[in-house]
């Protein structure tokens, strides 16, 4: 995990969960096109840098999310 400078994540598209609070108190994600890596980010202060990690291990996250593994 990192910090992503603006430069790797720019014109990717971020996306909120559909079950996230109204009031924006949730994260955003983003995965740069050839999905190498994914960026996420504190969707109520957006100017500061995103928390970065590769693609494979945000899938395995999602992953065990899903199966309750976590």
């Known amino acids: 995990m990192t910090t ?3 430069a790797q994540l720019a014109g990717v598209n971020w996306t909120t ?16 096109p050839d999905g190498s890596l994914v960026g996420v ?3 109520k202060d957006r100017t500061r840098a995103a928390l970065t990690v ?3 291990s ?9 199966t309750g593994a976590l």
């Open 4 to 6: 992503a400078p603006t």
């Open 17 to 32: 969960s559909t079950y996230s609070a109204p009031n924006n108190e949730c994260v955003e994600v983003a995965r740069v």
């Open 41 to 43: 980010r504190d969707s």
């Open 54 to 56: 590769s693609g494979p």
């Open 58 to 66: 945000w899938t395995a996250v999602v992953d065990a999310l899903r």
